[in-house]
């Protein structure tokens, strides 16, 4: 459960909300052995006849037909998560496009594996920082890549925030550094 707590009359009375909700166990679902065979291993085969997207999966009234619970359950689902799966094949894709991933040697010549437990803690976990041995596909992909860099940042101010919408892009309301000077 998260509580959190809002002021009303935006701030001018003593009156406040005290508003809780409740994130489901997704963690724990995602790792449940009587729905998954070896949960803890990492094992894309897992979802080779899966053709649902996020949605779908998660809206399906058949709950043994989920393919995952990260994107929680119910009517609080995420409701990000078509952006969410759409960003990551992209980024997961490019990256493969570009870099080889490797496990790193220790000074003996060893690969260190990751401890897979070794996580932050929190409400929303990541893994601890751990070495890896990234290196480029090939200098025509780190060519290419920096020059995608150089094209991206003429759209970026000093903090890497957008200064400018790229064309293309509709969001209604959203001003671009250049419309307000006009
Ligand atoms: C991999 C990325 C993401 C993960 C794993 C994730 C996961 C979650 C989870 C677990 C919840 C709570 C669901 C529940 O209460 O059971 C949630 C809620 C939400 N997420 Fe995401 N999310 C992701 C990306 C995004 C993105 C990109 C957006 C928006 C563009 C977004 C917008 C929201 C919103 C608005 C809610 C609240 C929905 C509600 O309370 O009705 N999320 N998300």
Request: charged letters at 30%.
């Amino acid at each position: 459960m998260v509580s959190y707590i809002t002021s009303l009359n935006g701030g001018e009375s003593d009156a406040y909300h005290i508003l809780t909700r409740r994130i489901a166990p997704n963690r724990a679902a995602n790792r449940d052995p009587s729905r998954y065979d070896r949960p803890e291993v990492f094992d894309p085969s897992r979802y080779l006849d899966d053709f649902q997207t996020s949605a779908e999966a998660a809206t399906n009234s058949d709950v043994k037909k989920r393919d995952h619970f990260t994107f929680g359950v119910g009517r609080r689902v995420c409701q990000g998560m078509h952006l969410a799966d759409r960003s990551m094949y992209l980024s997961i894709a490019r990256l493969l496009w570009a870099f080889d991933f490797q496990k790193a040697l220790d000074p003996e010549g060893n690969e260190i594996t990751p401890d897979r437990w070794a996580v932050t803690e929190g409400l929303v976990m990541q893994p601890q920082r751990f070495p890896v041995k990234i290196t480029p596909r090939s200098e025509e992909r780190v060519r290419i890549l920096r020059q995608a860099w150089r094209d991206c940042e003429k759209f970026l101010d000093d903090e890497k925030q957008w200064k400018e919408l790229p064309k293309g892009i509709a969001l209604p309301g959203y001003e671009t550094a250049s419309d307000e000077k006009m």
